[in-house]
């Protein structure tokens, strides 16, 4: 999936808002440092998924992937930005058969109940920590998106 340079523009600036909004939140020093990623650095990590960029606090990825398990995370919270595709997207509900895959994080197969969201292209959703969340089914097959992983301790 290939961004224009106004669309790969406007995203950042997004981004960047989202980000010095966090910053202001959650008290200095997210992000630590400035770091610039090109359009076609951009546009590379989208079409694979991956890291972006980590300072203390605060990692950037850009995101291609399918439906997938439920996930919950102790202390991450997430500002998603949708790039590319549709998805079904649940928040809340009750887990079915979690299981801890990480200190801080786990994961079930499915969630009961909860609020459906339909995202698409140009939608922003915020997700607190403690707070199950799950591409449930993506039609398109694959979502890209940016997410936004706010450390709140």
Do not use: C
Not at 63 to 71: F, I, L, S
Not at 91 to 98: A, L, Q, R, S, T
Not at 108 to 128: N, Q, S
Request: no cysteine; hydrophobic share 40%; proline share 5%.
């Amino acid at each position: 999936m290939k961004l224009s340079r106004t669309s790969t523009i406007f995203l950042g600036a997004t981004v960047a808002l989202l980000v010095t909004s966090a910053a202001l939140a959650f008290g200095g020093g997210v992000p630590a440092s400035v770091q610039y990623f090109s359009h076609d650095k951009v546009n590379a990590m989208l079409a694979k998924g991956g890291q972006l960029m980590q300072d203390p606090g605060l990692i950037l990825l850009a995101q291609h992937r399918a439906a997938g398990p439920a996930e919950y995370h102790d202390k991450t919270n997430h500002v998603f930005i949708m790039v590319d595709g549709e998805a079904t997207f649940v928040v809340g509900g009750k887990e079915i058969d979690p299981k801890r895959t990480a200190a801080d994080q786990m994961r079930a197969p499915t969630l009961e109940g909860g609020t459906t969201y339909h995202l698409t292209k140009g939608d922003v959703i915020t997700i607190p920590a403690k707070t199950w969340h799950w591409f449930k089914d993506v039609p398109t097959k694959m979502v890209s998106y940016y997410a936004v992983n706010i450390d709140s301790e």
